[in-house]
């Protein structure tokens, strides 16, 4: 017996001395409380108390999601909350281990599911939360209401024993008011705002550079994605309200013809009227159009509020025009010109005379007066024969926007190229090639004689290439 208890006192011996504290790992366990401020993201959007109003029935709620990813991108913990409010909330994430991490913070309004009860969002699926390089909101339907909007944060935080820190979700995406203005006056049935491509999905990992966020659906392309749609219905102005959660679109406006097609879902939108614009997280974008008679291609504007506020001036006729008077009496002389222009300051050319230009052309320029920056007159001798005028905007005098306007309602497309964003008209008469050139440091509206370049023997397919070249100065 004295053997036996001898030799178990040995082995408890020798498991002693085989561990050291340096064997021994302890790991240090902190807290984590986290404080959401939830109502920057609606502010930003200038939808706070349209939101407000909506919490305070029981089936809409604010849920705020808050994700712990450690230094690897793997999920540590998470906590989720609804509310009827914007109050602040407070998440207590537990032990959390001392170290660093990123935290991950989304909302969105949600309602209630009316056969599950569940709150739910009609507009996205929010997936892939193990790993913060996978974690995504998924587009779910094409049309997103303004309630439907998304704030988000990333935070780095390091967590040391109890640690209190505060996050503050800003808005992603864009918000859009939409107006649709006198369609009344038209036969058509819905009007509407459509996109080429769709967003698929937008992947929150905060390494990614903001573009690489963006991922297009590309089973879209080649359709006509309605990201807004409204019944007309007698009324003179449709007013709506669409958020789109995308780095860019390639855009038109659009509307239905007739009851049928409104039915099949069936859109026309004018070509000359197509636009593209880079979008930023937070913004608030108004676009209009305008209906002006069934053999014009409708007005339409989009960019920020005082645009849209001297668009709707322009359509109400309470603005002068962006566009001078020009002369355009083809083959006239150098004087006649002059005499037209006598209200301008003459900066280049003499009296009754034209400068030789580099190509053998001969010019004549003047100071513009309005919101251009200068006119200039081409001559096929120093005294006669006008073939050309051009008006000169420096960038930003006037809208990229409002000059398509202008040349869209006052002449009819011919020919475009968004990737260039040329566009050349045919002037009611057909006497002139009118040219909208948009340049990264100008803007040139160009006015070319018909008869200048039959005689030139120009191709009729090519005349709208040949003006361009004309008008931009590339054979000068």
Same mark, same amino acid.
């Given at each position: 017996?004295?053997?036996?208890?001898?030799?178990?006192?040995?082995?408890?011996?020798?498991?002693?001395?085989?561990?050291?504290?340096?064997?021994?790992?302890?790991?240090?366990?902190? #807290?984590?409380?986290?404080?959401?401020?939830?109502?920057?993201?609606?502010?930003?959007?200038?939808?706070?108390?349209?939101?407000?109003?909506?919490?305070?029935?029981?089936?809409?709620?604010?849920?705020?999601?808050?994700?712990?990813?450690?230094?690897?991108?793997?999920?540590?913990?998470? =906590?989720?909350?609804?509310?009827?409010?914007?109050?602040?909330?407070?998440?207590?994430?537990?032990?959390?281990?001392? /170290?660093?991490?990123?935290?991950?913070?989304?909302?969105?309004?949600?309602?209630?599911?009316?056969?599950?009860?569940?709150?739910?969002?009609?507009?996205?699926?929010?997936? #892939? *939360?193990? =790993?913060?390089?996978?974690?995504?909101?998924?587009?779910?339907?094409?049309?997103?209401?303004?309630?439907?909007?998304?704030?988000?944060?990333?935070?780095?935080?390091?967590?040391?024993?109890?640690?209190?820190?505060?996050?503050?979700?800003?808005?992603?995406?864009?918000?859009?008011?939409?107006?649709?203005?006198?369609?009344?006056?038209?036969?058509?049935?819905?009007?509407?705002?459509?996109?080429?491509?769709?967003?698929?999905?937008?992947?929150?990992?905060?390494?990614?550079?903001?573009?690489?966020?963006?991922?297009?659906?590309?089973?879209?392309?080649?359709?006509?994605?309605?990201?807004?749609?409204?019944?007309?219905? #007698?009324?003179?102005?449709?007013?709506?309200?669409?958020?789109?959660?995308?780095?860019?679109?390639?855009?038109?406006?659009?509307?239905?013809?007739?009851?049928?097609?409104?039915?099949?879902?069936?859109?026309?939108?004018?070509?000359?009227?197509?636009?593209? *614009?880079?979008?930023?997280?937070?913004?608030?974008?108004?676009?209009?159009?305008?209906?002006?008679?069934?053999?014009?291609? *409708?007005?339409?504007?989009?960019?920020?509020?005082?645009?849209?506020?001297?668009?709707?001036?322009?359509?109400?006729?309470?603005?002068?025009?962006?566009?001078?008077?020009?002369?355009?009496?083809?083959?006239?002389?150098?004087?006649?010109?002059?005499?037209?222009?006598?209200?301008?300051?003459?900066?280049?050319?003499?009296? /009754?005379?034209?400068?030789?230009?580099?190509?053998?052309?001969?010019?004549?320029?003047?100071?513009?007066? #309005?919101?251009?920056?200068?006119?200039?007159?081409?001559?096929?001798?120093?005294?006669?024969?006008?073939?050309?005028?051009?008006?000169?905007?420096?960038?930003?005098?006037?809208?990229?926007?409002?000059?398509?306007?202008?040349?869209?309602?006052?002449?009819?497309?011919?020919?475009?190229?968004?990737?260039?964003?040329?566009?050349?008209?045919?002037?009611?008469?057909?006497?002139?090639?009118?040219?909208?050139?948009?340049?990264?440091?100008?803007?040139?509206?160009?006015?070319?004689?018909?008869?200048?370049?039959?005689?030139?023997?120009?191709?009729?397919?090519? *005349?709208?290439?040949?003006?361009?070249?004309?008008?931009?100065?590339? =054979?000068?």
């Amino acid at each position: 017996m004295k053997k036996i208890i001898y030799c178990l006192v040995a082995l408890v011996a020798v498991v002693l001395a085989s561990c050291s504290n340096d064997d021994i790992e302890v790991a240090q366990t902190g #807290g984590l409380t986290l404080t959401v401020n939830t109502q920057a993201a609606y502010d930003q959007f200038n939808t706070t108390d349209d939101v407000r109003e909506m919490l305070r029935t029981n089936t809409n709620t604010l849920h705020v999601m808050t994700f712990v990813y450690d230094t690897k991108g793997n999920l540590v913990t998470s =906590k989720e909350q609804d509310q009827n409010t914007f109050n602040t909330v407070q998440f207590d994430l537990g032990s959390v281990p001392n /170290g660093e991490y990123t935290v991950l913070t989304i909302e969105t309004v949600m309602v209630q599911n009316k056969t599950t009860k569940k709150q739910e969002t009609p507009a996205w699926n929010f997936e #892939g *939360m193990d =790993k913060l390089s996978t974690v995504k909101a998924t587009q779910k339907s094409y049309e997103v209401y303004y309630p439907y909007t998304i704030g988000a944060s990333t935070d780095k935080i390091v967590v040391n024993n109890l640690t209190k820190a505060s996050v503050t979700p800003k808005a992603i995406g864009s918000l859009f008011q939409f107006y649709f203005e006198n369609f009344d006056k038209s036969s058509y049935i819905d009007v509407g705002f459509a996109c080429d491509d769709m967003i698929d999905y937008y992947l929150f990992d905060p390494s990614l550079e903001r573009s690489a966020r963006f991922h297009t659906d590309l089973t879209s392309k080649g359709y006509t994605n309605v990201r807004c749609s409204a019944a007309i219905d #007698g009324k003179s102005n449709v007013h709506q309200t669409r958020y789109i959660l995308e780095n860019n679109i390639s855009y038109d406006f659009c509307f239905t013809k007739t009851a049928a097609d409104s039915k099949k879902g069936t859109w026309t939108y004018y070509k000359s009227l197509h636009g593209k *614009m880079a979008l930023e997280d937070g913004k608030v974008y108004y676009a209009g159009s305008n209906y002006v008679d069934a053999n014009t291609p *409708m007005s339409v504007y989009l960019g920020n509020q005082e645009g849209f506020k001297a668009w709707v001036q322009t359509l109400n006729g309470q603005t002068t025009s962006i566009v001078p008077e020009i002369f355009t009496t083809w083959k006239a002389d150098v004087s006649k010109v002059q005499s037209f222009m006598k209200g301008y300051t003459m900066t280049v050319g003499e009296s /009754g005379k034209a400068i030789k230009q580099t190509d053998g052309s001969y010019g004549i320029q003047y100071k513009g007066n #309005g919101k251009e920056s200068s006119i200039t007159y081409f001559f096929e001798t120093a005294t006669t024969s006008l073939y050309e005028a051009d008006i000169i905007y420096t960038k930003n005098a006037v809208s990229d926007t409002d000059l398509k306007n202008y040349a869209n309602t006052n002449f009819t497309p011919i020919a475009d190229d968004e990737e260039t964003k040329s566009y050349m008209y045919m002037s009611k008469d057909g006497k002139t090639i009118v040219v909208l050139q948009l340049l990264s440091d100008k803007n040139i509206l160009g006015y070319v004689d018909m008869d200048y370049l039959n005689k030139n023997s120009v191709p009729k397919k090519d *005349m709208p290439k040949y003006a361009m070249r004309m008008v931009t100065g590339k =054979k000068r």
